[in-house]
């Protein structure tokens, strides 16, 4: 049946109509709403190129996690910026460190209202600012497996309610799973930054969370961005090796890796909205380019339909703020 008994535009032709067959939703529940925890009292800083996020002490990263839990966002993942970086990221694993402080204070505030996600990886941490250890100008797999490990059980001690891997180092899903099990977290998840490219989209977070490298690039451990069979691949051994949530990442940029990942495997699927996605939007709204409100809700659409359960955003305020308001 064709042109004219069969006019798409039927339906099409009222909110309430378009309401009704509208196919995919969003919802705050689908949000995680990312923190950059840094030391201090009363800090705000606003962070240059992504406007409307800013590093923030403890206590202020307590009072924007209940903004985000009063419009229903239910999780946050937290990143921390020490006042010192060495060799071995050893902030990354201290008990006194930025994370682990805001963790306590989250966990204490919100109970189980609020899932703290922690993001593990060293490149915050490292002097070098790289994700593992460093010998000879390389980044070392293995050694690095323990300093993960023993970041995630630290983050597991202070209370975190999920760990979220992010190095990208071989192996390191199944060593965690392993020593988050044995410190007696075996109920901890894990989600894992499965297939993670080396994407210039990450260099507004680079300025957010003072983690840019200081020689050579991420491209020896993050996957090429040409790649996608190799994506499906990562997402396999880390689903093997005890993943319970499996991510991608960056989003825009892989909607198709997003559906061929929820074709192919029946973990809950998540996908970050990166740094660089954020604030392309932002400079072209702040210019007048763009409608904001309405790019920003296209952009999380396009996520969930491609197939994410759960997306990682800088957005997950302001989108959520549109939902309820409808
Ligand atoms: C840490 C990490 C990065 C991001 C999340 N975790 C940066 C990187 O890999 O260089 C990027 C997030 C974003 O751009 O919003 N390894």
Redesign the pocket.
Known sequence: MGFPERRMRRLRRTETLRRMVRETRLSPDDFIY?LFVVPGQKVRTPIGAMPGQAQLSVDEAVKTAGEALKVGVPAVIL?GIPDKKDALGTQAYSDQAPVQRAIRALKKEYGNDLCVIT?V?L??YTDHGH?GIVEKGEVLNDSTLELLAKEAVSHAKAGADMVAP??MMDGRIGFIREELDEAGFEDLPIMA?SA?HA?A??????E??E?APKFGD?RSY?MDSANAREAMSELLLDEEEGADILMI??AGTNLDLIRMARDDFDLPLAA?Q???E?SMLKAAAERGWLDHDRAMMESLIAIRRAGADLILT?FAIEASRLLKGR
Do not use: I, L, N, T
């Open positions: 990312p990143f993001d990886c490149c915050e994700c992010s190095d930054y993670k994407s989209f990450y260099g507004p977070f680079r957010a969370a983690s991420r993050q990442k960056p970050y990166v740094s660089g954020y800088y």
